[in-house]
Nanobody, 122 residues
């Protein structure tokens, strides 16, 4: 079974940088789109940033200029570099990956990590 494991979350102060990573493991053929989402209590999960297998990037307006997404295809890993955190960035951050796999036939599945908490204090 495919697994996504996030790391790098924690409690930081406003203005601090933070780096998140997410590695995919298990049996799969290839990984397509990868991205980061975040969710706060009582709110819907929202897209933060995404990156295609070819390196095309998209960002939420609220994080443009502060967040940078990248990936290492050889390591099956996606990263999120945050330059200057704000209190409103506090959320659980989830890794997402679109994965092509073979299980009784070819499938493209959407996988999610368990989430990593990012808490930003003012």
């Amino acid at each position: 079974q495919v697994r996504l494991a996030e790391s790098g979350g924690g409690s930081v102060q406003a203005g601090d940088p933070l780096s998140l990573s997410c590695a995919a493991s298990g049996s799969f053929f290839s990984i397509g789109l990868m991205g980061w989402y975040r969710q706060t209590p009582g709110e819907q999960r929202e897209l933060v940033a995404s990156i295609s297998s070819g390196g095309n990037r998209n960002y939420a307006d609220s994080v443009k200029g502060r967040f940078s997404i990248s990936r290492d295809n050889a390591k099956n890993t996606v990263y999120l570099q945050i330059d200057s955190l704000k209190p409103e960035d506090t959320a659980v951050y989830y890794c997402h990956a679109q994965i092509r796999e073979y299980s009784s036939g070819w499938h493209i599945g959407n996988y999610w990590g368990q989430g990593t908490q990012v808490t930003v204090s003012s």
